[in-house]
């Protein structure tokens, strides 16, 4: 069982950076795969980055390439989504979320754990 809480959302302007945190409970964080999602108003969840267990492997859904970057240290049971060069459509919830299998996976349904989501908001 791990608990995850997002950090590090919030409102920024067109161009900017956010950095996004994932805080995880339960000495058992390195095994996991960790993913990030985001769910605009109306629309669906979609997948956005995933790192697997070593940070070896990483994953970007297509639209945040070069801009985004997901990283995580283990010794302290974080992940993290540093976002650069922010466009108003990735406003959007973003969620934190974990998988058993240690992999860099970007399915919904193959993440156990979820937190809560963290709000990020771009101006134009």
């Known amino acids: 069982q791990v608990q995850l809480v997002e950090s590090g959302g919030g409102l920024v302007q067109a161009g900017g950076s956010l950095r996004l945190s994932c805080a995880a409970s339960?000495?058992?964080?390195?095994?996991?795969?960790m993913g990030w999602f985001r769910q605009a108003p109306g629309k669906e969840r979609e997948f956005v980055s995933s790192?697997?267990?070593?940070?070896?492997?990483?994953d970007y859904i297509d639209s945040v390439k070069g801009r985004f970057t997901i990283s995580r240290d283990n010794a302290k049971n974080t992940v993290y989504l540093q976002m650069n060069s922010l466009k108003p459509e990735d406003t959007a919830v973003y969620y934190c979320?974990?998988?058993?299998?240690?992999?860099?996976?970007?399915?919904?349904?193959?993440?156990?754990?979820w937190g809560q989501g963290t709000q990020v908001t771009v101006s134009s």
């Open positions: 790192i697997n267990l070593s940070g070896t492997t990483t």
């Open positions: 979320a974990a998988n058993i299998r240690g992999r860099a996976l970007s399915t919904y349904g193959l993440y156990e754990y």
């Open positions: 339960g000495r058992t964080f390195p095994s996991y795969g």
